[in-house]
């Protein structure tokens, strides 16, 4: 069940930090023990400065030992599609499997679209490709 992960995220992006692009997103993403951790994006005057959602999301599982991605929602404003970004694609992709579900959502929670990660990132270069030859 998704819900968990839509009130984290909505709960998440009202923390969000964006007050140059006013663009507030949320993330959230279950860990391999099904525990849920959320995060948003934080902008920075300095404006390369700033990050993503997912990423704050992916700092949060890690740190409390999470290993793995098993769902995603992410969320923008108002009505629009948000997928995550090319370089937030791969940030999941180091944690998930292909057939990782990305939920994506209204800023209220409803779903607009899911995709699977390998839909998102197809042909994907990931942890495995270090490991052959090796
Ligand atoms: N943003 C995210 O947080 N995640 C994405 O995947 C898409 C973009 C943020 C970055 C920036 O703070 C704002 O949205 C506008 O690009």
Redesign the pocket.
């Known amino acids: 069940m998704m819900q968990d992960l839509v009130n984290a995220a909505i709960a998440a992006r009202k923390k969000?930090h964006?007050p140059?692009?006013k663009?507030?997103?949320g993330?959230a993403i279950r860990d391999e023990q099904g525990r849920v951790h959320a995060g948003?994006?934080?902008?920075n005057a300095a404006y390369p400065q700033?990050?993503?959602?997912?990423p704050?999301a992916i700092s949060h599982l890690i740190m409390k030992g999470g290993k793995r991605i098993t769902e995603v929602v992410?969320m923008?404003n108002g009505d629009q599609l948000?997928?995550?970004?090319g370089?937030?694609?791969q940030k999941i992709r180091e944690f998930a499997a292909g057939d990782v579900k990305i939920h994506c959502c209204t800023e209220t929670g409803k779903l607009i679209r899911t995709f699977t990660l390998d839909e998102l990132l197809p042909a994907s270069f990931g942890p495995e490709n270090l490991k052959l030859g090796t």
């Open positions: 969000a964006a140059y692009s663009f507030y997103v993330a948003c994006n934080i902008e700033g990050w993503c959602a997912e704050s992410v923008g948000c997928t995550p970004c370089g937030c694609r």
